[in-house]
């Protein structure tokens, strides 16, 4: 499947992204789906390609979505012009709170991934390298962690 699909995947990723790093990751993405959740796929209701062509958009639309909201994060939180209320402050300082709580509660192979994703900002390569896993498992690892830290947050009424 992948030698008769990835061009096209990626090709639509990087139609999308318009880089190819963030191309090579939906692609890697999506065909990892399929291998996780291959009933997903239903030939009553279209070809292979135009189903692996509608995931590797809708990913590919996610990434640049989630990089413009992170673009405008960085950019409010370095604008002093633009103050936070006191509110939103408080929280802010609550939900992070929590949020460390659920890291806090991982097991030491996903909290160690997570730390280094996310509070050390780390890309999953170089989790994968600093960890000497290979770059899927890094990401699996990671997206499971935080498949566990969402379902930790629900059960106390924080959603995103």
């Known amino acids: 499947m992948y030698e008769s699909y990835a061009a096209l995947v990626y090709g639509l990723a990087l139609r999308v992204t318009r880089s190819r790093e963030a191309a090579e990751d939906v692609t890697q993405e999506v065909f990892g789906f399929v291998w996780e959740r ?72 996903l909290r160690e991934v997570i730390v280094l994703a996310y509070f050390k900002e780390r890309t999953y390569r170089q989790v994968a390298a600093e960890l000497g896993l290979a770059e899927g498992t890094a990401k699996s690892r990671i997206r499971t962690a935080l498949r566990r830290i969402a379902d930790t947050l629900a059960e106390e009424g924080i959603t995103p």
Request: glycine share 8%; net charge positive; charged share 30%.
């Open 38 to 109: 291959p009933l997903v796929f239903d030939p009553a209701k279209g070809t292979m390609r135009s189903f692996l062509g509608l995931l590797a958009h809708r990913r590919a639309v996610e990434v640049v979505r989630r990089e413009e909201r992170r673009k405008r994060l960085l950019q409010r939180v370095h604008d002093p012009a633009v103050p936070d209320p006191v509110e939103d402050v408080v929280a802010g300082a609550e939900v992070s709170g929590q949020v460390r709580r659920a890291v806090a509660g991982l097991p030491g192979v």
